[in-house]
């Protein structure tokens, strides 16, 4: 499976952007570049996906690099609500449907500070 | 709401026994996936069916089994229970046209 790679922890202040990075070096064409996030006590909530250009939705943005081996999580103004473990996830297609184990890393632990 | 329904909510159990978490997936997906998350080891895929049928498994023990039914509802079955089983189990469905997964609540396992 190919891998990811995102930092342990990272922090940020109220209302201000965050930018979530996310390496895939081993990444395949036909792997779209998913994001989950898992607030404490929750289940992982799926937050936006893409396959080669940017991506925006109610929730974030996703930016994608040229090569596709990294890609960029934008949280335009973070909340106290967004402080939860973000995970950076390679899905695979093929015949009309999803495979791959779907296996999710350590992920990033967001810390949000008042 | 993610829609993904699943039973018990908690368990308490000893160990050696059996247990079966269950799990209702969305109105309309057709994959199921499993996931173990402990405090040491993260979320870890178990296992997932494609319309009944076993399309991708992950590091899930021998002792533990799963199904999907015609219904599309899953059961995971854990036997012969550990002190290490002690976990929340994610089960989760799929949209096919995008891969996007929606979680459950989980199910907490307390192995004693």
């Known amino acids: 499976d190919a891998k990811t790679t995102q930092p342990n922890s990272m922090e940020s202040n109220e209302e201000e952007p965050v930018h979530l990075p996310c390496n895939h070096s081993t990444i395949s064409g036909t792997d779209y570049i998913h994001w989950y996030r898992q607030l404490p006590s929750q289940g992982p909530e799926y937050v936006i996906h893409?396959?080669?250009s940017n991506v925006n939705n109610r929730m974030a943005s996703l930016a994608i690099a040229e090569d596709r081996k990294s890609s960029t999580l934008i949280l335009h103004r973070a909340t106290l609500r967004d402080a939860a473990v973000y995970y950076c996830?390679?899905?695979?297609?093929?015949?009309?449907?999803?495979?791959?184990?779907?296996?999710f890393g350590q992920g990033t632990i967001l810390t949000v500070h008042p | 709401d993610s829609g993904v329904t699943q039973t018990p909510k908690h368990l308490i159990t000893a160990t050696g026994q059996r247990v079966t978490l269950r799990c209702s997936p969305r109105?309309?997906?057709?994959?199921v996936y499993w996931y173990q998350q402990s405090l040491d080891q993260g979320l870890q895929f178990l296992i997932q069916?494609?319309?009944?049928?076993?399309?991708a498994k992950g590091n899930i023990l021998e002792r533990f089994s799963a199904q999907q039914f015609p219904d599309l509802h899953s059961e995971l079955n854990l036997s012969s229970l550990e002190l290490g089983d002690s976990a929340l189990y994610f089960c989760a469905s799929s949209v096919e046209l995008t891969g996007e997964l929606f979680f459950g609540e989980g199910s907490r396992l307390t192995v004693l």
């Open positions: 996830i390679l899905v695979g297609w093929a015949g009309g449907t999803s495979y791959g184990k779907l296996t």
């Open positions: 893409g396959l080669t």
């Open positions: 069916y494609y319309n009944g049928e076993e399309r």
């Open positions: 109105s309309g997906d057709l994959s």
